[in-house]
C-alpha cells in the first residue's frame, strides 16, 4: 500500500493524534496514549505514522518545541534556561546541543544575531541589495484548505489537515503548492483571534473534498520578499516589509491580505534552510 493510500485510510485517526500533540505540546509523549486516541494497535500505529509523515512522533514533538523555542528567543525575553525547560530538556547545556543541531547556531547566539537579526536593518542604497525582493503580476488562483484561528506559530496544524484531506480523497499531488493566507495582523488583532487559511493551490473549477473550502488569491502585481531561515523569523521580515522597505521604494499594498508561499517542506529541510516566499499585494 503506498503512504498516500495509507493517509487516506487512516487520515482521521492521524489527525487527531496530530491535534492531540499540538494541545499537549508541554506534555510527556505517552505512546500507549497516542495508540489509544488513534484507536490503532500500540504495535503499530507509530509505523503507519512515520510511514505517512516521514518521521517519527518523537522527532515531530522534538521539532515543534524547538521551533516554538526559537520563536520565543526571537520574539520574547524570557531567560533561555526557562525556554529549554518549556521545551522539555533538563537543562541548558542538552538543550543547546538540541538547537544548534536543528537551527546551526547556540541559542544565544540565534537570539542575538540569528538570520532574524538583517530585518533590524532600514533600507539604504548600501543595504538594499541584501535582501531577495521582486516584483511579480499573479493571475487569481484558488486555494483549496481549512482556515485557522490562533497564533500563526501553531498553523502547521491547520496545513497537515488540508494534506491529509485531500490524500484521503485522492486528490492530493507532490507538486502541488502550499501557501497560506493571512487575514489578521498580529500588531492590532489578540493572538487567539488571528484568521488564515492553511492550503494548496488548485485548478479552476476544483470541487475540495469534504472538510475543505475554497478561497481566493487575489491576482495583480505583488512585491515578493523570498526568505531563507525558520518561520520564527518571518514576523520580522513582515515588520521591514511593511516598515522599510516598502514606504523607502515609493509602494503602497493593496487591499487584500499578503500570502506565504512554501517552497520546502519543514519535515525534510532544515530550519535554516527553510525557504518562503512573503507576497503582499501592491498597488500600482
Not at 493571475?139 to 497537515?160: Q, R
Not at 507538486?175 to 488571528?194: F, H, K, N, R, T
Amino acid at each position: 500500500m503506498k503512504d498516500m493510500d495509507v493517509f487516506g485510510t487512516y487520515e482521521q485517526r492521524l489527525k487527531r493524534v496530530s491535534d492531540y500533540i499540538a494541545a499537549h505540546l508541554d506534555d510527556a509523549l505517552d505512546y500507549a496514549k497516542l495508540a489509544e486516541i488513534a484507536c490503532l494497535s500500540p504495535w503499530h500505529w507509530h509505523r503507519i505514522y512515520r510511514a505517512v509523515y516521514g518521521e517519527t512522533i518523537h522527532a515531530t514533538v522534538k521539532r515543534l518545541r524547538l521551533h516554538r523555542a526559537a520563536g520565543e528567543l526571537v520574539n520574547d525575553a524570557a531567560g533561555i534556561e526557562s525556554i529549554a525547560c518549556r521545551a522539555g530538556y533538563s537543562g541548558v547545556a542538552s538543550f543547546t546541543r538540541s538547537f544548534k543541531s536543528a537551527y546551526g547556531m547556540a541559542p544565544a547566539t540565534y537570539r542575538a544575531s540569528g538570520g532574524h537579526a538583517i530585518f533590524d536593518n532600514p533600507v539604504t542604497e548600501e543595504n538594499g541589495a541584501m535582501y531577495d525582493v521582486e516584483f511579480r503580476t499573479e493571475n487569481a488562483k484558488p486555494v483549496a484548505g481549512v482556515p485557522h484561528t490562533g497564533s500563526y506559530m501553531e498553523v502547521d496544524k491547520a496545513f497537515g489537515e488540508a494534506v491529509g484531506k485531500m490524500a484521503a480523497a485522492g486528490l492530493f499531488r507532490p507538486d502541488m503548492q502550499m501557501v497560506g493566507i493571512y487575514y489578521s495582523d498580529p500588531g492590532l488583532v489578540a493572538e487567539e483571534e488571528l484568521q488564515s487559511f492553511a492550503g494548496l493551490v488548485v485548478t479552476a473549477g476544483f470541487t475540495p473534498p469534504a472538510g475543505l473550502t475554497l478561497r481566493e488569491i487575489a491576482g495583480g502585481r505583488y512585491a515578493v520578499l523570498r526568505h531563507k531561515g525558520p518561520y520564527a523569523e518571518l514576523h520580522k521580515a513582515y515588520g521591514w516589509f511593511y516598515g522599510s522597505y516598502l514606504p523607502a521604494n515609493g509602494y503602497e499594498p493593496a487591499d487584500a491580505p499578503p500570502v506565504e508561499v512554501y517552497l520546502n517542506n519543514p519535515r525534510e529541510a532544515a530550519p535554516q534552510d527553510l525557504l518562503t516566499e512573503i507576497c503582499i499585494p501592491i498597488k500600482g
